[in-house]
């Protein structure tokens, strides 16, 4: 495939102001508020960077759960086991090791910290099901409002230490580029900040160590279950420093999102598994229960499973949606479970006590991203990444349903202890970026082209690809970025920029991946090909180019 070129910088204007911090945490889900929160009073001063408000990333948006194997029935081998069997092969071992023994005691912590989980009369944690989870491990809070109740519980946490001079927080700031120094160690980062006073505009972060919690990039599609924040800057920013990135092409489209007619674009509402693992079941427009034989989960099978269903029926019937029924769950247990999606339900009109819910898969999550290994340390030294950004090697194809926040929670936590320990022993000492080479700053999408990549995302590197569709899309991309337009510099065009960026790179593994696996579903190679594809395609910028490299293996390559 050609027309991978992508530049260094993002063309923006020069700093006119700096800060300095020992760690620059840029995010505020999860990842970055863990990881934050712990390195506060372990290194002098840690700097937290955050796109627009503190919760407007996608942890809020997160309904189902927190899986962990918390039940004395349940064991985080058995977590280990569905977690590998999700992954399609292609999972970590050892980090999926890490992940499941380090969980529970990092959800205790949690709710150390003030995270409410829904109770049994008796006190345990309430504990329920999803897709491809074999036992009830699903920790969750305000019935379907997990995400919005664990951001609550971080933030909070942040707000009592606000006054301490050991942590600063940006908000409204869009991390624009990495800083490197002449070794390519990473140092800090360039951002724009849409504020008042001391920063304002572009400015430059200078650090030790940075570490790039900025969540997915579901907003490449032109429907997606995430925020409107969900651009990828922070992949896109280490795919032009140089950073490995692992797994691209493993995006998966969550199977029940509510279905709103053909035109619906941008964040889409989404309809929890736990739906489905409180009893729902899908139907199609004759009334058939389409997931009975397809696998022994049934409708509980891994998401990619019942994506992969959906989209078949819908192919094979004509539809441009399916039906969720939950009508038999009753009124009153779907409000007292699931509050916040019945409410939206209802906004949109349909009832899911009394009405099929109309669902068709749409973007949720990225599998894939900077590859870290289980310190959170990306190829780049000084840099690391957590949470959706990151690829740990812990969902291989797939990701097992509520393993995202588990894994932002245990990853952000050993990231601080990393930092910390690399610190005390006189490692990443502060350095100073290097010069900009002239003319590396090229290609500056506007932001009216958010759309065009949207649209050739979906078409050619969607749910279902193919060999002609990527290459088709590989085509609109690069025509869009070599087009000669002098765009405006905008918050918005960098984002297009970097959805570009990032689209090219995912299509070109979409498009090498000859066989179908996980989240990964190609018409022209519909079998999972174990002897020509189990392992990972990475891809690393060198010489302006980004190179798209093949490395069979099962583990992750390390
Ligand atoms: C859901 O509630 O279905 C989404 C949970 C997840 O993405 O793990």
Not at 363 to 391: F, K
Not at 419 to 426: D, H, M, P
Not at 458 to 483: C, E
């Amino acid at each position: 495939m050609t027309g991978l070129a992508i530049p260094r910088w993002l063309r923006a204007g020069r700093p006119g102001w700096t800060t300095t911090a020992d760690v620059i945490v840029v995010g505020s889900g999860i990842a970055g508020l863990t990881c934050a929160l712990r390195l506060r009073g372990q290194v002098d001063k840690v700097l937290l960077v955050t796109k627009t408000v503190r919760s407007a990333g996608s942890t809020e948006w997160a309904q189902g759960g927190i899986a962990a194997a918390l039940d004395p029935e349940d064991s985080p081998e058995d977590h280990l086991h569905d977690t590998l069997v999700a992954g399609a092969g292609l999972c970590d071992e050892d980090a999926v090791r890490v992940l499941v023994t380090e969980g529970p005691a990092r959800v205790r912590e949690l709710v150390d910290l003030g995270a409410r989980f829904d109770r049994a009369p008796g006190g345990d944690i309430l504990l329920t099901r999803e897709g491809g989870h074999h036992r009830d491990r699903i920790a969750h809070a305000g019935g379907d409002a997990t995400g919005a109740e664990i951001s609550r519980a971080l933030i909070e946490a942040l707000d009592r230490v606000a006054q301490d001079p050991g942590i600063e927080v940006i908000q409204h700031a869009l991390v624009v580029d990495l800083l490197q120094d002449a070794d390519a160690r990473v140092c800090g980062v360039t951002l724009h900040v849409i504020g008042e006073g001391e920063h304002d505009g572009v400015g430059a972060a200078y650090g030790r160590a940075v570490v790039l919690a900025t969540g997915g990039l579901g907003q490449i599609y032109s429907s997606t279950t995430n925020p409107p924040v969900a651009t990828g800057d922070g992949m896109a920013a280490a795919l032009r420093a140089g950073a490995r990135l692992s797994d691209l092409e493993f995006v998966q489209f969550h199977p029940t999102v509510m279905y709103l007619g053909e035109g619906a674009h941008g964040q889409q509402p989404l309809i929890s598994e736990a739906v489905r693992g409180e009893g729902a079941v899908l139907v199609d427009d004759a009334g058939v229960r389409f997931m009975q034989g397809v696998h022994p989960m049934a409708d509980l099978a891994p998401r990619d499973v019942v994506a992969r269903a959906i989209v078949a029926r819908m192919r094979d019937t004509g539809a441009a949606h399916v039906w969720l029924d939950a009508r038999h769950l009753g009124k009153e247990f779907l409000e007292r479970r699931f509050p916040s999606i019945v409410a939206r339900c209802r906004e949109l009109g349909f009832d899911p006590a009394t009405d099929l819910i109309p669902v068709a898969p749409a973007q949720h999550y990225a599998s894939g991203g900077v590859w870290t290994d289980l310190d959170g340390r990306s190829t780049l030294d000084g840099l690391y990444a957590c949470g959706e950004t990151a690829c740990t090697g812990v969902h291989g194809a797939n990701r097992l349903a509520s393993n995202s926040l588990l894994e932002g929670l245990v990853f952000g936590d050993r990231i601080a202890e990393d930092i910390a320990r690399r610190f005390a022993a006189g490692e990443l000492p502060p350095t100073t970026p290097a010069r900009r080479r002239r003319g590396d700053s090229v290609g500056l999408l506007d932001q009216s082209h958010r759309i065009d990549v949207q649209r050739a995302m979906t078409a050619g590197s969607g749910p279902v690809r193919s060999a002609d569709s990527t290459a088709r899309t590989q085509q609109v991309l690069g025509a869009l970025l070599a087009g000669d337009e002098v765009a405006t510099v905008t918050t918005g065009a960098w984002e297009t920029t970097n959805l570009a960026h990032l689209g090219l790179a995912l299509t070109a593994a979409a498009h090498a991946r000859e066989e179908t696996r996980g989240g990964h579903e190609r018409a022209d190679f519909p079998a999972q090909d174990d002897a020509h594809w189990l392992g990972h395609i990475s891809h690393v910028r060198t010489d302006a180019t980004i190179n798209v490299t093949y490395r069979p293996g099962k583990g992750f390559p390390r």
